[in-house]
């Protein structure tokens, strides 16, 4: 009798345990761990190290140029209305952005550092340059080529210095 009951006592145990079991995860070495996202720079290659430059080139093959230089040009003559309208929420509050950017020597300057100190220093008049930027590269879903051609990499844009744990931005002079 006392054996009997021992037992069913072994068996609800086990039965309890067999039911967890199912619930658990797969113990450490049964299942192979999924591969590692590739962020650039961090799992993956980072073909854009220097940031905005790296990226706004000049692409005669697409008949693309996406030189910082070339769009202060068009932005210094007026700004494309499109862009004006994308860019309007991102402005100062009660400030109506003019359409046309004032002028600044881009070709020879630190991308974004110049940008970025200008849109602080003007920034009763300069939309958040923060936001600005986000706003431009990841808003739109499929409408939008950052997110589209590259899948909206913060790492495009902000780097780590895995040693340090510090964040930066990637910046340098663009390509001449
Ligand atoms: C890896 C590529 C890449 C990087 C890095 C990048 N951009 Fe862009 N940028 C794009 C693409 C693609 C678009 C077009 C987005 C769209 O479809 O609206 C764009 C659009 C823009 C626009 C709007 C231009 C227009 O005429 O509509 C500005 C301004 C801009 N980027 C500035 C910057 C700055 C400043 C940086 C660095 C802080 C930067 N970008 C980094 C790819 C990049
Ligand atoms: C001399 C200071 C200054 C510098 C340098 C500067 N900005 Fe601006 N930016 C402004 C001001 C002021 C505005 C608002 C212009 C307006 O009212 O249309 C502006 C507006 C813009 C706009 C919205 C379109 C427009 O002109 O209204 C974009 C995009 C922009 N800046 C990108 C940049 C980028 C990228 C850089 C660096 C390559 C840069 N800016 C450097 C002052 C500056
Ligand atoms: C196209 C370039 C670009 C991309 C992509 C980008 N950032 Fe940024 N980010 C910037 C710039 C430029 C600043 C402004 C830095 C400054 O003002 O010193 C900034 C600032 C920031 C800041 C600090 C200021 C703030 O707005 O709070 C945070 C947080 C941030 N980014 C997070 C992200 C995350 C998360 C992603 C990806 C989902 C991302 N960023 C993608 C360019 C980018």
């Keep these: 009798m006392k054996l009997i009951r021992r037992l069913v006592m072994v068996f609800a145990s086990l039965a309890v345990i067999a039911a967890s ?3 658990a995860p797969p113990a450490a070495g049964t299942q192979a761990a999924p591969a590692l996202r590739p962020i650039p720079g961090i799992t993956a290659e980072d ?11 000049n692409m005669p093959d697409r008949k693309m140029d996406a030189r910082f230089s070339t769009l202060m040009k068009q932005w210094e003559n007026a700004v494309d209305p499109a ?4 860019v309007q929420p991102f402005a100062p509050s009660g400030v109506v952005l ?14 974004p550092t110049s940008c970025i100190g200008c849109h602080a220093a003007q920034r009763k008049a300069a939309p958040s340059f ?6 431009l590269h990841l808003t739109g ?3 939008n080529h950052f997110l589209t051609e590259f899948q909206g990499q913060c790492t495009y844009c902000h780097k780590l210095d895995t040693a340090s744990g510090a964040w930066s931005l990637g910046h340098g002079k663009e390509a001449p």
């Design 21 to 23: 079991a199912a619930d």
């Design 130 to 135: 923060d936001r600005m930027i986000h706003g």
């Design 98 to 111: 003019k359409g046309k950017h004032p002028k600044s020597n881009v070709a020879s300057a630190d991308i």
């Design 141 to 143: 879903g499929d409408k």
């Design 83 to 86: 862009l004006l309208a994308r």
């Design 47 to 57: 073909p854009f190290p220097r940031g905005c430059v790296d990226c706004h080139v």
